[in-house]
């Protein structure tokens, strides 16, 4: 009896240190299982992974969205915006003026930064590599057949307009036909200038703030060349490629009529989604200001173009080297003179023909600026004079390019 009782005690005895043993296992289990489910949590929440970590990747996807939106919404509103003004897509450059340089012609009316201001490169052009590197200076856009146009700011629509210079007067008086003052020919003549304000150049440099005139006078590309190279005469043929480029046979011999068709007709040849036009009065004197920043009489007193008094070196149309001496005129190719502000031969050379009118019917048409014949001081860049719509070997005639 005796024995089976401590056998009893020592069997509960073994199995409370059982019992002791299973709960402290447990106890440890428990600890480890909720250490490693606390791990768990805290890397769920705090981890690269976790749930505030994709919180603010959510947060940051979201603005990227927001913000990619937006640039959709103004792209859109200037899509419209451009389509509104008629000139189908824009777009934007920066800084140094280099978009559309090189190689790259502009697939849409591009907008370019420079120090001093800034410039719209039409679709299908790109800027040349001879280009000034400030507004001021020129810039100077081509074609895919180098054809050359600087461009001219201009701040406001009141900037665009016709002025009077050298000996040419402008009067207080406006003519109700065409709503423009009337400029005359001299003090002592009661003939006057005038020219309605184009409603399509108006658009345009209210809408881009300028406009492009032809780098060099026009061109004629058929008569230019080392082994065909011959100026025009009064038997030219009138239907003979235009061209803006140096070294050209001026375009001469050609009525103000043809001129106009000739120079509207230059975009549709090049395939220009931009407009060519004849220059007007209001082009013309609007680039005289444009120069006079730098030059202040050129529209007065313009000698650095070929006139009868000036001297200079220059390349013929054969391709020699020629030397011109003061007081010897000389008719020669388009580019040989100095530029001012990139752009050729205003003053001197030959007289460029206008959309201007004049109100003699003898000579009903506007022409500009003087030729080899004229002394710089007597037929400066400003200068008007006028003609009849006979084709004349001392007219010539210039583009301007308006988006």
């Not at 060349?225 to 003979?240: L, M, V, W, Y």
């Not at 206008?354 to 007597?378: D, K, L, V």
Request: proline residues 2%.
């Amino acid at each position: 009896m005796k024995i089976n009782f401590i056998k009893l005690l020592y069997e509960e005895e073994n199995d409370m240190k059982k019992n002791k043993g299973i709960t402290l296992v447990a106890l440890v289990v428990t600890i480890v299982v909720l250490l490693i489910l606390a791990g768990v949590s805290i890397n769920l929440v705090l981890g690269n992974n976790g749930i505030i970590a994709k919180a603010k990747d959510a947060e940051t996807k979201s603005a990227e969205a927001s913000e990619n939106d937006l640039k959709g919404m103004n792209a859109l509103v200037s899509e419209m915006e451009g389509a509104l003004a008629g000139n189908g897509s824009t777009g934007s450059g920066s800084g140094n003026g280099n978009t559309g340089s090189g190689n790259n012609f502009v697939t849409k009316n591009t907008e370019v930064t420079y120090p001093d201001g800034k410039v719209w490169i039409p679709e299908g052009f790109r800027i040349s590599t001879d280009s000034a590197s400030t507004v001021q200076g020129g810039v100077v856009i081509e074609d895919k057949d180098l054809n050359q146009f600087v461009w001219v700011p201009v701040a406001t629509l009141a900037d665009y307009k016709r002025m009077a210079y050298s000996y040419n007067v402008a009067t207080e008086e406006t003519d109700t036909a065409t709503n423009s003052i009337k400029i005359e020919y001299s003090s002592s003549d009661s003939n006057y200038f005038t020219e309605a304000l184009p409603e399509d150049e108006k658009t345009s440099v209210e809408r881009y703030k300028g406009f492009y005139i032809g780098r060099y006078e026009a061109g004629d590309k058929e008569s230019t060349g080392t082994t065909k190279a011959t100026f025009r005469t009064s038997s030219s043929d009138t239907s003979n490629s235009v061209t803006i480029k140096a070294d050209q046979v001026p375009y001469s011999c050609v009525t103000r009529t043809k001129a106009v068709s000739l120079a509207e007709g230059f975009a549709t040849k090049q395939g220009y989604k931009a407009k060519t036009k004849l220059v007007s009065s209001y082009a013309w004197d609007t680039t005289i200001a444009f120069i006079q920043k730098v030059n202040s009489d050129y529209g007065n007193s313009s000698e650095e173009g070929n006139y009868n008094d000036t001297a200079f070196s220059y390349t013929d149309i054969t391709g020699a080297s020629q030397t011109k001496s003061s007081n010897s005129p000389v008719l020669v190719p388009t580019g040989q003179t100095t530029p001012v502000c990139n752009i050729y031969d205003m003053g001197g050379n030959v007289f460029e023909l206008t959309n201007e009118s004049y109100s003699n019917t003898i000579g009903p048409y506007a022409i500009r600026g003087g030729h080899y014949y004229n002394n710089y001081a007597n037929a400066p860049a400003g200068n008007r004079s006028y003609d009849s719509d006979a084709a004349n070997v001392n007219n010539g005639f210039r583009l301007t390019l308006f988006m």
